[in-house]
């Protein structure tokens, strides 16, 4: 019988990403637990709107963080996704205001797609780098949320600008459970199927890991490049719609707050920023996490204003732990290939 031939190097490589990936994503889950226990003493429990209060902050956060795993997994960047957010949030409000709210969801969601997609043709076709063509479109797609809504919409006594329905949706419960918390499982159900089942989260992968390697596999990578940052709007629009929902309001400088905490939850859950390894569920994990760090800073009476301080650091101390990581897998493999020789 005839032996099958080796697999070349590429795909090799490809196969053990997932295991570091994964390993991300275990991180970001121990560090949920932990950190949900250092509240719980230091607060002196677990109330159901504590709860709900940490998970609506996280969702918004957590579909941003995935819109920009999406990105970053072709070895790209999105810095336009706070931009995105923001035009879908004063969408939906302009809408709600008009009482079309039905009508500007699914309009938000098209605007975030039609976003996207402007990304991906000019970093695809113009070949201009993502780091500069993104902060060019995240520019222009802040001037139009302001030509939209140059003042904020929000709640006036008891009347609100959005229908029940939607923060019923966003900021609600299901008996006891927070509604948010049922999203967040959703969008990690839905990111570990779209990463490991579908032929364009796989082939989303090998771009990120070697584009020369894609080539020769015959993945079309410029479709794939393209469809990751249609991805990546389609989430960040959504991620506005559900904090429209939340808030109740409609702001065209709602976005600016998110684009380093997204890429700081990325981290977290385990997506190297160069590109082929990462988990969607993962991203998500690092939003609560995120959150809890700043539910924690609350709970020791910390002032918010170090928050931000608090992101930078572990993002860098993420990256340092993640560098450290590889470093000692690359030296394990080459004991094991010297004591195989």
Same mark, same amino acid.
């Given at each position: 019988?005839?032996?099958?031939?080796?697999?070349?190097?590429?795909?090799?490589?490809?196969?053990?990403?997932? $295991?570091?990936?994964?390993?991300?994503?275990?991180?970001?889950?121990?560090?949920?637990?932990?950190?949900?226990?250092?509240? %719980? /003493?230091?607060?002196?429990?677990?109330?159901?709107?504590?709860?709900?209060?940490?998970?609506?902050?996280?969702?918004?956060?957590?579909?941003?963080?995935?819109?920009?795993?999406?990105?970053?997994?072709?070895?790209?960047?999105?810095?336009? %996704?706070?931009?995105?957010?923001?035009?879908? *949030?004063?969408?939906? @409000?302009?809408?709600?205001?008009?009482?079309?709210?039905?009508?500007?969801? +699914?309009?938000?969601?098209?605007?975030?797609?039609?976003?996207?997609?402007?990304?991906?043709?000019?970093? *695809?076709?113009?070949?201009?780098?993502?780091? /500069?063509?993104?902060?060019?479109?995240?520019?222009?797609?802040?001037?139009?949320?302001?030509?939209?809504?140059? /003042?904020?919409?929000?709640?006036?006594?008891?009347?609100?600008?959005?229908?029940?329905?939607? *923060?019923? &949706?966003? @900021?609600? $419960?299901?008996?006891?459970?927070?509604?948010?918390?049922?999203?967040?499982? %959703?969008?990690? +159900?839905?990111? &570990?199927?779209?990463?490991?089942?579908?032929?364009?989260?796989?082939?989303?992968?090998?771009?990120?890991?070697?584009?020369?390697?894609? &080539?020769?596999?015959? /993945?079309?990578?410029?479709? +794939?490049?393209?469809?990751?940052?249609?991805?990546?709007?389609?989430?960040? @629009?959504?991620?506005? %719609?559900?904090?429209?929902?939340?808030?109740?309001?409609?702001?065209?400088?709602? #976005?600016?707050?998110?684009?380093?905490?997204?890429?700081?939850?990325?981290?977290?859950?385990?997506?190297?920023?160069?590109?082929?390894?990462?988990?969607?569920?993962?991203?998500?994990? #690092?939003?609560?996490?995120?959150?809890?760090?700043?539910?924690?800073?609350?709970?020791?009476? +910390?002032?918010?204003?170090?928050?931000?301080?608090?992101?930078?650091?572990?993002?860098?101390?993420?990256?340092?732990?993640?560098?450290?990581?590889?470093?000692?897998?690359?030296?394990? !493999?080459? !004991?094991? $290939?010297?004591?195989?020789?």
């Amino acid at each position: 019988m005839t032996a099958l031939p080796e697999a070349p190097p590429a795909v090799r490589r490809m196969r053990r990403r997932p $295991r570091f990936a994964w390993q991300g994503s275990y991180t970001a889950g121990l560090l949920v637990v932990v950190l949900l226990v250092i509240y %719980v /003493i230091e607060s002196g429990g677990l109330s159901s709107i504590a709860v709900l209060g940490i998970t609506n902050a996280a969702l918004p956060l957590a579909l941003v963080a995935v819109a920009e795993t999406f990105v970053i997994l072709t070895n790209g960047l999105d810095l336009s %996704v706070g931009s995105i957010l923001t035009l879908g *949030n004063v969408t939906l @409000a302009w809408f709600a205001v008009n009482d079309h709210a039905t009508t500007g969801i +699914v309009l938000a969601l098209a605007i975030g797609v039609a976003a996207g997609l402007a990304n991906g043709l000019i970093v *695809n076709y113009l070949r201009i780098a993502p780091l /500069i063509a993104t902060l060019a479109t995240m520019s222009i797609f802040f001037g139009i949320a302001l030509m939209i809504m140059p /003042i904020p919409v929000g709640q006036i006594g008891d009347t609100a600008p959005f229908p029940g329905w939607i *923060n019923s &949706w966003t @900021a609600g $419960r299901i008996g006891s459970v927070p509604v948010a918390v049922i999203w967040l499982i %959703v969008v990690m +159900v839905a990111g &570990w199927l779209v990463l490991r089942r579908t032929a364009f989260g796989i082939s989303l992968q090998a771009l990120g890991g070697s584009e020369s390697a894609s &080539w020769g596999a015959g /993945i079309k990578v410029g479709r +794939v490049r393209i469809m990751a940052y249609v991805a990546s709007g389609f989430c960040s @629009a959504l991620a506005g %719609v559900v904090l429209g929902g939340l808030t109740e309001s409609g702001d065209a400088t709602i #976005g600016s707050f998110y684009l380093l905490e997204a890429i700081a939850a990325m981290v977290i859950g385990g997506t190297a920023l160069s590109g082929g390894v990462g988990t969607l569920s993962g991203s998500v994990l #690092g939003a609560v996490a995120l959150t809890l760090v700043f539910s924690v800073l609350l709970a020791f009476e +910390v002032s918010t204003n170090y928050q931000y301080i608090v992101t930078g650091a572990i993002v860098i101390g993420t990256l340092l732990f993640h560098s450290l990581q590889s470093r000692l897998g690359v030296r394990a !493999r080459e !004991r094991s $290939r010297w004591a195989a020789a």
